[in-house]
Nanobody, 117 residues
Framework: QLQLVESGGGLVQPGGSLRLSCAAS????????LGWFRQAPGKEQEGVSC????????HYADSVKGRFTISRDNAKNTVYLQMNSLKPEDTAVYYC??????????WGQGAQVTVSS
């Protein structure tokens, strides 16, 4: 069964940090670009970041640039999103996806991140 499973979400105070993980099973992440998306209640889905499969180049939404870092560990078949200096507006369900940074073939089930005091 092909699937992506996110973990590491939770409740954090403003200014805090969290690291999301996304592990793949049934296929090899090394062959794919990997992205993180988020969706807050009542808002459209937003692309957060993407890391390429070829040279590891990364892309970030302006809203998270300088605070979030995407990385991948092909040996562990896992992609990460390190989130620092979190703000209440970062509250959302975060999804990982595998594709080519434009279109995505596989999606995780989502992990809730809540930033609140």
């Amino acid at each position: 069964q092909l699937q992506l499973v996110e973990s590491g979400g939770g409740l954090v105070q403003p200014g805090g940090s969290l690291r999301l993980s996304c592990a793949a099973s049934g296929f090899t992440l090394e062959d794919y670009a990997l992205g993180w998306f988020r969706q807050a209640p009542g808002k459209e889905q937003e692309g957060v970041s993407c890391i390429s499969s070829s040279d590891g180049s990364t892309h970030y939404a302006d809203s998270v640039k300088g605070r979030f870092t995407i990385s991948r560990d092909n040996a562990k078949n896992t992609v990460y999103l390190q989130m620092n200096s979190l703000k209440p507006e970062d509250t959302a369900v975060y999804y990982c996806a595998a594709g080519d940074c434009i279109e995505y073939d596989y999606w995780g089930q989502g992990a809730q991140v809540t930033v609140s005091s």
